[in-house]
Nanobody
């Protein structure tokens, strides 16, 4: 069982930056695929960024060029650097770890909500962006 704990959320003005962290209890947590998701009130959960089994990276179109997903294997930690934040980025952000291998092509499906290989989820961290 992998435990995931997010941190780093908060309230910022539009144009600001935040860095989310996701600390994992198991060093192999990212072996198959890890990702960040978000869910705003009244909206469906959406994939934001993912790192697949081969280290390939995928982003949802709305955050490309503004968000960067990365990981520090020595610290068992996944990050999401969020720059140029917009009010529409306001949501609860979750990290997730897959329970089976995800290829780069499948990661695109993950971002589109067509595939859900994630068996481990964190409790979420709130991001609020004001105008």
């Amino acid at each position: 069982q992998v435990q995931l704990v997010e941190s780093g959320g908060g309230s910022v003005q539009a144009g600001g930056s935040l860095r989310l962290s996701c600390s994992a209890s198991d060093k192999n947590y990212s072996k198959y695929c890890v990702a960040w998701f978000r869910q705003a009130p009244g909206k469906e959960r959406e994939g934001v960024a993912a790192i697949d089994r081969d280290g390939g990276i995928s982003y949802v179109d709305s955050v490309k060029g503004r968000f960067t997903i990365s990981q520090d294997n020595a610290k068992n930690t996944l990050y999401l650097q969020m720059d140029s934040l917009k009010p529409e980025d306001t949501a609860m952000y979750y990290c997730a770890a897959a329970t089976y291998p995800v290829t780069s092509i499948q990661a695109v499906g993950v971002m589109r909500g067509l595939l859900n290989p994630f068996g481990f989820w964190g409790q979420g961290t709130q991001v609020t962006v004001s105008t």
